[in-house]
């Protein structure tokens, strides 16, 4: 005997397959969405068919972008650097890196690292097409956003090795200790890190 | 260090303890199954934050209280460190519903969250337990456990480069296999060979030093424990070609820049071995060299102890290796660490107790379990504490004299 109806047990499955949910915040949010009297549910049933239809990778960075478009926004721009390239591992990079302020080039996202286990090889990553990217040439500096894992560092040194015959400068994002924090309270891996990228002053 | 505190909450057999640590030596006496060596296991943890005794960590976590939800183990350890107290607190913690129950640990220094990684090396210790011979008879990873949980207490980046070089060999043994069954650009093995290189040099450069440094400790705990008739020594045998000994020799060099040039050198030592191998690896889908392969012998009078050794000699090598591992991490850590004894006494014979009991008394805080007081003299044990544990509870104040007292292996130590 099922104590919970199979439609409301198939939501509360749906939300437990996304990353930070549980079984029990899952619960919750299905009966909040079966009690709620407003268009809650209606709204979000709507939105979730749309974030696929009306989405498109760009074909040039393979960022996330309006379905219909031809570039995204940032490809399409004309106040960019179009010498400068910066690889991140997904979209949700490019958010945060744009809201930085401090960056005005162009990006690629491969969309993942590199990761034998789970069977990520290069080709299951938009690899091939950065790589034809900056043969046609144009950048000068390579700016490799991955992760600092372990799978961020391969993902970046297969990249240099890939293109290390172009005239081109390899950059990574500096590792080291966050802004307006304490000495103190830095663990000691980072701190190490921090030494051993110090720079001049 | 000196351990004042120790409370434990669900722990293995425990619902609750609260208990203050006597200053010296402290002997849990006990019969089987009552517990004795489960404060042992607590306090180790504090150590090394994985478990000795039990197959994976969640096990620890009391049986009654393991249905609940969440389940929650806790171990606090309040110690004296230089005059400053400190305090660590672990937190084992199983939730979810029976199905899917997960299961993740808490570490919490001065009360503040923190990860194994940082937090090890804070609270020294060295643990002896009678099936740890296996560190000297037993297969190759025994002893490199031993010596991994060794140098993740003493120095400092080894449990980092450990758990990276660890994740490396996974990964590109799953690269191996793929390579193999699917074919593919083996080039592709270069990056992760780099990462195996860069990691797994520190981890040799600091295996062969601690090799060294430890065979010459655990050679005069020896020669004290067997009136001088045995000398130990120790092997590193990496597992890489044309690894020369005698590069590690000039220790009175040590130094950051001689180690950083010794890292680069073995680094580019591992390298070139894993490009050697590579078709060989790319057929049997995993790596064959580097510091997951590594072995180390111990010898005394020249002979393997671990191949030849009688029982008795091995327990008395493995003894003398755990009073080493005390003066390393003093020498390490600049405190002495908590040395843990279970049922260490019983397959010794008198004089190799007697001595036992002096270096007891010459060295710092130790806990000491005992299944009865016959092994120890009248004299050591008037002038420690001794405590009773039944079913889960300390009795603070026992009966001292030992059970037997008139038997002969009772007057032999009086």
Known sequence: ??????????????????????????????????????????????????????????PECFN??????????????????????????????????????????????LHGALS?????????????????????????????????????????????????????????????????????????????????????? | MRLKHLSLTNFRSYARLESEIPDGILLLKGGN???????????????????????QDRHLIRFEAESEDPAVARIVVVYDVEGKERKLEIRLILEGAADVRRFRKEILAEGRKTNAQSAIGQFPAVLFLPHMTEIIDGAPGERRRYLNILLSQSIPGYARALSQYSRAV???????????????DPGQLAYWDELLAAHGAFLTVHRAQAIQTLASLAQSALLRLTDGREILSMRYVPALRTFDETFFQDSAS??????????????SLIRTNLEADRALDIRRGV???????????????????????????????????????VDWLKDKTGTIPLLLLDETFSELDASRRRELMRLLNGGGQAIVTTTDLINFSADFLGRQTVWEIRGGIMDKNPERVPMDS?????????
């Open chain 2, 406 to 414: 008139n038997s002969a292996a009772g007057d032999a130590l009086t």
């Open chain 1, 116 to 201: 034998p286990i789970e069977g990520i090889n290069p080709e299951d990553l938009r690899m091939k097409e950065l790589f034809e990217r900056v043969e046609k040439g144009g950048f000068t500096e390579i700016i490799v956003a991955t992760n600092p894992s372990m799978e961020g560092d391969a993902t970046a040194l297969y990249i240099r090795r890939k293109l290390d015959r172009l005239p081109i400068q390899f950059s990574r994002l500096a590792r080291g200790l966050p802004v307006g924090g304490e000495l103190e309270y830095a663990d000691p891996n980072t701190l190490l890190r921090a030494l051993s990228g110090r720079q001049k002053f």
């Open chain 2, 33 to 55: 199954a009552v517990g004795k060596t489960s404060i042992l296991e607590s306090l180790f943890y504090c150590a090394t934050f994985s478990t000795t005794l039990a197959q």
């Open chain 2, 170 to 184: 996974l990964q590109r043994n799953a690269l191996l296999r793929t390579l193999g069954e699917r074919g593919g």
């Open chain 2, 287 to 325: 790596s064959t060299v580097g510091p997951h392969r590594d072995e180390m012998r111990v010898m005394t009078n020249a002979v393997d102890v671990g191949t030849y050794g009688s029982r008795g000699q091995v327990r008395t090598t493995l003894l003398a290796l755990k009073f080493a591992e």
């Open chain 1, 1 to 58: 005997m099922a104590l919970i109806p199979e439609s409301v047990q198939a939501l509360i499955d749906a939300f437990s397959r996304l990353p930070g949910i549980g079984p029990r915040t899952a619960s919750r949010l299905t009966f909040f969405l079966l009690k709620n009297e407003s268009d809650a549910g209606e709204a979000l049933a709507e939105a979730l068919t749309k974030l696929k239809s009306e989405t498109a990778f760009c």
């Open chain 2, 254 to 267: 040590s130094g950051a820049a001689k180690e950083a040039e010794r890292i680069a050198a073995i680094s």
């Open chain 1, 64 to 109: 996330i972008m309006s379905a219909g478009k031809e570039r995204c926004d940032i490809c399409d721009s004309n106040g960019r650097d179009n010498d400068v390239i910066c690889v991140v591992e997904s979209p949700m990079d490019v958010i945060v890196l744009e809201q930085s302020g401090g960056y005005f080039g162009k990006y690629h996202v």
